[in-house]
């Protein structure tokens, strides 16, 4: 395997067992859970005072593996093009973790792991879960590694929901925080989209309401689920230029429902590879978890929840996110001003829509390159 100078090589994934029994997680539902095993990966070398610690926080269908390359792998981690050294997040310079969240289906507990009390998968007896919950078992990692505050907690999408909890719940361990192409809490729009995906897995015949662990998988809902959420991950004007109405097969057009054009061969491969590496009721609980996430729920106002956070914050959007357009980061970005916190707001020029965070943005790892420097500054001169 050929790798690139700045990758961070081959890694492995680790995996700490927590909340045993009588000391369980006990959920923002009230129920209890554990024990718990938390996968995650870590790149670069902790300093002697842990100071310069990073927090990764995933995408909905993210995992622990955001940079480098297993043994055998053919493709690096998820977020390669900003995580390694001397790249925006270097890995020469700081101790970067990042976990698979509760709930995941990716060596953190989730609804395909073994229930202790039964012996069988959980499947549909695993409790609901929350952003909260999931921040709950990522410092119990933080925790287990030594470290007392974090330079940086930094996530997209979902990953940018469980930055947000993590400032607000612990603001005495969090130094700075960078957001990316998400919202405080979803949109009736947002919402409406995750459930026609759920329903399409639920539909699915194999789905057998959760129970189908040893059996055959619901793989055309679950597909299907996945070709939903790609297109709103993709802007119109990147189909276009990508896809446009070419033909697979200009000999054979309209004859039946095969797929005609390329675009729909595309979204074919998106959901039959995504089945092969994701499991739908994770995708159920997980988009569920989204969905309820909403900031200012238990303090009235978003003003009022952020009041107590301590945190620098970098807040990115993208101009051709339609699923997180750059209005909804504006009113986090107002309230953290009311409050007189420190924010920096970048709103980058793209054609790639939802999906600008993942790829490589020459934009993107400038301003998080300089704002995590100035950041790491800051902390040693607190020091």
Known sequence: MIMDENTCGVVETQSLTCFNPPHELTLKSGQTLGPLTVAYETYGTLNTDKSNAIL??????????????????????????????????????????????????????????????????????????????????????????????????????????????????????????????????????????????????????????????????????????????????MSEKSMDEKFGRRLIDKEKVGYDFSADFEVQNYLKYRGDSFVERFDANSYLYLTKAVDYFDLPQDSGSLEKALEGVRSKFLVISFTSDWLYPSHQLRSFVTALKVNDHEVTNVVIKTDYGHDAFLIKNDRQELVVSHFLKRMQKEMNHER
């Open 56 to 233: 990764i926080c995933h995408a909905l269908t993210g995992d622990a593996h955001a940079a480098g390359f297993h043994e055998g792998d053919k493709k690096p981690g998820w977020w390669d093009t900003m995580v390694g050294p001397g790249k925006a997040i270097d890995t020469e310079k700081y101790f970067v973790i990042c976990s698979n969240v509760l709930g995941g289906c990716k060596g953190t507990t989730g609804p395909a792991s073994t229930n202790p009390k039964t012996g069988k998968p959980y499947g549909l007896s695993f409790p609901v879960i929350t952003i909260k919950d999931m921040v709950q078992v990522q410092k119990t990692l933080i925790d287990y590694l030594g470290i007392p505050k974090l330079l940086n907690v930094i996530g997209g999408s979902m990953g940018g929901l469980q930055a947000m909890k993590w400032a607000v719940l612990y603001p005495e361990m969090v130094h700075s925080s960078v957001i990316i192409a998400t919202s405080y809490r979803h949109s009736a729009q947002q919402i409406a989209l995750h459930e026609v995906g759920r329903q399409a897995i639920m539909s699915d015949p194999d789905w057998a309401d959760g129970d189908y662990y040893g059996k055959t998988v619901p793989k055309r809902g679950l597909a299907v689920a996945r070709m939903i959420g790609h297109i709103t991950y």
